[in-house]
């Protein structure tokens, strides 16, 4: 569509009456403020399109003459070589075919001095010249003239450096809607639109180099810092990000400290000391101003402390000199960032053919020589200074003798950090004015399809100039628009990327990281030179992320993003971590050191902490909390997780179940012999008299006895559990019914003898076996009831020793008192077969099996007697208690055994005489009541009905 200017918005009366006061209010402030001011100074550049600019050419003056002007000593980088950029970049853009052809750029360039009530009252000039164009303000015409300026307004305002004077300049300009450019304000508050509508800045706002110094001190590993900013919107805003970023990043501030704007020495050697009181945080973040920066190391110097701090400086520091200067050695280590940046090579070879005028007002000689600097009245001040020389007619004098002469020269010149981004700022405003002349005075771009054709077309047909739409000045409003829109490849390069603004003014956030250092050199490593290094940046960078791949095996859409990253060099950092000897090894600034594994923090602080050791059984679940591990799981060799403790089982190696197994192997092989000589030897006199039957059942449970342990012994099964819980008992049972069987039996018999009685019923073999059966029946019926009301099953015993690691045994799920429940029977057993031994020990002297057996009974009794403190006092040790129970059981068989069956081993196997069977004289006995007696003439009692009982 075709672009036509865009009219005024109508206002209403009161509006317009509104306006009028304010800059009746501002001219009357602008008489009395320049009225009595001599020394003021105002560079004039002529053109078509006259753009303000607002530099610091000089320090603030802190002393008393301050009051009568708040200038101080001139500023070297950031007052002469900013001006000059901007005059350098006007020169460029006045001779480029392309770029506002027919159409010069002027200036009107004030100084700040680094005050923002004085830039104030600079930038009451831009207003003077606004009024006396403005057609509103016809009867202000007389006040402006009467001050001496200019008549032609400006159509924007390059600067200003400090973010202090940018806000107070900004609400100004604002109320006559000049646009405004800072090449230098970094203050977040400055993206508030709201408030600072025609401000924009091509270099970014204090959050996003916040984030570059909580990234650096990050990758720097530091945890613990100091932080020092400047009473201001710069400082104290950019401060207040950091610490704000570098909480929620685990980064501790050990001490916040805040400089007065009118700061004296001392309060600087009183900021020294406060960050000497904790030696722990040695970095120290800086958000202040060069010259403060100058004066915190010179009070570094002063108090002899100089090198003990790693520094971090702003943007405001950056890659500048002038904080260093002279000491050096006090700021050797600190690392700085700067809008991501490069040289201007056509600025140096400008700047460095530069020479002074000889007199204070150029001669006409000086006017048409291009080397002489007749534009810059700060230009003599800035020479003699640099050069430590005084000019004849200068009164002013920088401790040195000499005098100038002009032929010294600028061969060591290094280009100031932000210089780049004054020449990007006046580019930008000159793009916007070219832009907005060729859209409202050629008014062809809809018929081209591209802007060089409309520009040819309009230049040949000479409407490329100042029209009346945008005459004398474009419309504010108008041109902030076009400010927003405008794209272009910076004049440092395209590595730099395109200049352009968000939609708060703010160029994109861009940084480089220097670091200040001693370069060695070949010669004498002492002698080297000292410099910023680059060792990394800080920007947007462009990555990509995409979802897991489907089971198609079709890759998802990727997804392009972009994010602020840090590239970071840290094998190019060098430190000086004393005699004056730089290492590439990182220094530490932590408050603690971090806990080892399985230690907790206990703090002292926020950022300070001592550590303490968890338990043995605990982990270290947060850096602040002990978690116990739950039964059965122990921490693992971090401390940082429990894992499930496996258990082991009773190992046949191990002595515990080792001895047990060999007595019980042992006893096997005893009993199988036994069992042997009595099938071979079954027809002999003393087998057939002990009572075979009961004599193969008590075999046959001592035989189950020396088994138990190695079914007990072996890993847990259901299997070994029922065998545990029921064979145990059911052995022992057999055991010992069959030796109360044979007691009773014998005690039952002598007792009827005494009196006379008939021979006693349920003697025979059969009936013996059956009674003997019947008690191991009652065993048996216990333990299938106990099984089946708590079926078998097995269960991980964990233990926890002193002194030693944790461990888990698997077992038998059943508890020390129901085994011990299912001995109660075999103890009743044996406490039956104990008492009718000794009922039994006086029968006469062919009768003393009974004898063997109370022997038996006896040791039994102390053997059980011992076991049972045993068993429950191991209760902490399931593998001594299970040791000691098999134990038992197998020492238990091992007495029946050797008693009840050696003597009948020995005269079967070593005397066999002794178990022939013979008659007295030759004949079989009578039948006769049932009588005992005994031969002379033989070794062998018999009954009377022929059947013999007993040997001894």
């Not at 672009?3 to 009028?20: D, G, I, K």
């Not at 007749?374 to 000019?391: A, G, I, L, V």
């Not at 020793?801 to 038998?812: I, Q």
Request: charged letters at 20%.
């Amino acid at each position: 569509a075709q672009l036509t200017e865009v009219p005024r918005p109508p206002q209403s009366p009161a509006e317009v009456q509104l306006r009028m006061i304010k800059l009746l209010l501002l001219c009357c402030c602008w008489n009395i403020a320049s009225s009595g001011d001599i020394r003021r100074k105002i560079i004039h550049v002529p053109g078509d399109l006259i753009l303000g600019g607002l530099f610091p050419m000089h320090e603030q003056n802190v002393s008393e003459e301050s009051k009568d002007f708040p200038c101080g000593d001139i500023k070297e980088e950031k007052g002469i070589q900013r001006l000059e950029a901007m005059l350098y970049a006007l020169d460029e853009i006045n001779a480029s075919p392309t770029l506002l052809p027919n159409i010069s750029l002027g200036a009107m360039i004030l100084d700040t001095c680094s005050n923002p009530s004085y830039a104030l009252e600079q930038s009451m000039e831009f207003v003077r010249a606004f009024m006396s164009s403005s057609k509103k303000a016809k009867n202000s015409g007389k006040c402006s003239e009467s001050a001496g300026g200019p008549s032609q307004p400006v159509a924007g305002v390059i600067g200003a450096a400090f973010s202090g004077v940018s806000i107070m300049v900004a609400n100004i300009l604002k109320l006559f809607r000049i646009p405004q450019i800072s090449y230098a304000s970094t203050s977040l508050e400055l993206s508030d639109k709201s408030r600072f509508e025609y401000f924009s800045r091509v270099v970014p706002p204090d959050n996003f180099q916040a984030q570059a110094m909580v990234e650096i001190v990050k990758q720097l590993g530091w945890t613990y810092v100091s932080t020092v900013a400047a009473q201001g919107e710069y400082g104290e805003k950019g401060i207040s990000s950091f610490i704000q970023l570098a909480t929620k990043s685990g980064i501790c501030i050990a001490s916040s400290i805040k400089i007065s704007r009118h700061a004296p020495v001392t309060e600087f050697d009183g900021v020294v000391d406060t960050l000497l009181e904790d030696n722990r945080a040695k970095a120290v973040v800086l958000f202040v101003d060069e010259d403060k920066t100058r004066k915190l190391l010179s009070a570094t110097t002063r108090k002899g402390v100089a090198g003990k701090f790693y520094w971090i400086g702003s943007d405001s520091w950056g890659a500048k000199i002038h904080p260093v200067r002279d000491q050096e050695w006090a700021a050797e280590g600190a690392i700085t960032i700067l809008p991501k940046r490069s040289s201007v090579a056509g600025f140096d070879e400008y700047f460095k053919n530069l020479v002074p005028s000889k007199h204070v007002d150029c001669t006409d000689s000086e006017i048409n020589d291009p080397k002489v600097n007749c534009r810059n009245p700060w230009f003599r001040e800035f020479w003699s200074k640099h050069h430590r020389c005084k000019f004849e007619e200068d009164a002013k004098s920088f401790d040195m003798d000499g005098e100038c002469t002009g032929l010294e020269g600028l061969h060591k010149h290094r280009q100031e950090g932000l210089v780049p981004f004054v020449i990007d700022a006046v580019y930008a405003m000159a793009h916007s004015l070219h832009d907005l002349v060729l859209d409202l005075c050629c008014n062809n771009t809809h018929l081209h399809s591209s802007s060089e054709d409309a520009l040819k077309e309009c230049i040949a047909k000479g409407k490329f100039e100042i029209c009346e739409a945008i005459e004398p000045v474009p419309d504010g409003k108008l041109l902030l628009n076009y400010i927003r829109k405008v794209e272009f490849t910076s004049i440092q390069g395209q590595e730099i990327g395109d200049v352009k603004f968000n939609a708060d003014g703010d160029a994109m956030g861009r940084y480089s990281v220097y670091q200040y250092q001693r370069r060695e050199d070949q010669d004498n490593v002492q002698g080297g030179k000292w410099e910023y290094v680059w060792i990394g940046e800080f920007g947007e960078r462009e990555s990509f992320k995409w979802d897991f791949i489907n089971k198609s095996g079709i890759y998802p859409e990727i997804e392009a993003y972009t994010s602020q990253q840090l590239y970071f060099e840290s094998d190019r950092a060098r430190w000086n971590t004393g005699g004056n000897i730089s290492i590439g090894k990182i220094p530490s600034s932590i408050c603690s050191l971090p806990c080892g594994m399985g230690e907790i923090k206990n703090f002292e602080t926020a950022c300070c902490w001592s550590c303490v050791a968890c338990r043995e059984d605990s982990i270290a679940a947060t850096e602040d909390v002990c978690l116990k591990c739950p039964v059965g799981y122990v921490a693992n060799y971090f401390k940082d997780t429990c894992i499930k403790i496996q258990p082991d089982t009773i190992s046949w190696l191990n002595p515990w179940a080792f001895f047990p197994l060999l007595l019980s192997a042992l006893g096997i092989i005893l009993t199988i012999e036994i069992f042997a000589a009595f099938i071979l030897y079954n027809k002999t006199s003393v087998i057939m008299a002990s009572g075979r039957e009961l004599c193969y059942v008590l075999l046959s449970g001592i035989l189950m006895s020396y088994l138990i342990p190695f079914v007990v012994l072996a890993k847990p099964s259901q299997l070994s559990c029922v065998v545990l819980r029921g064979g145990l008992g059911l052995c022992l049972c057999v055991c010992y019914s069959a030796l109360l069987t044979k007691t009773n039996r014998i005690s039952r018999i002598f007792n009827n003898c005494a009196k006379g009685n008939q021979k006693p019923q349920w003697i025979s073999p059969r009936s013996q076996v059956l009674i003997c059966f019947g008690f191991v029946g009652v065993q048996l019926v216990g333990v299938i009831t106990w099984l089946v009301l708590e079926p078998p099953d097995t269960q991980v015993i964990y233990m926890y020793p002193l002194g030693e690691p944790p461990s888990a045994l698997e077992t038998c799920g059943c508890s020390t008192f129901s085994i011990l429940m299912s001995l109660v029977y075999n103890m009743i057993l044996i406490t039956l077969c104990t008492i009718y031994a000794f009922k039994t020990r006086k029968i006469p002297e062919n009768f003393n099996e009974a004898k063997y057996i109370g022997f038996t009974m006896y040791s039994t009794c102390i053997i059980w007697f011992a076991f049972i403190p045993i068993f429950f006092g191991t209760n902490h040790d399931y593998q001594v208690q299970i040791s000691s129970l098999c134990m038992c059981v197998t020492v238990s068989a091992t007495v029946a055994l050797c008693l009840l069956f050696g003597p009948k081993m020995y005269l079967v196997l070593l005397h066999p005489e002794k178990c022939a069977r013979t008659y007295p004289g030759g004949k079989k006995p009578q039948q006769k009541p049932l009588k005992f007696s005994k031969s002379r003439e033989s070794s062998v009692t018999f009954l009377s009905d022929g059947e013999p009982l007993a040997v001894h």
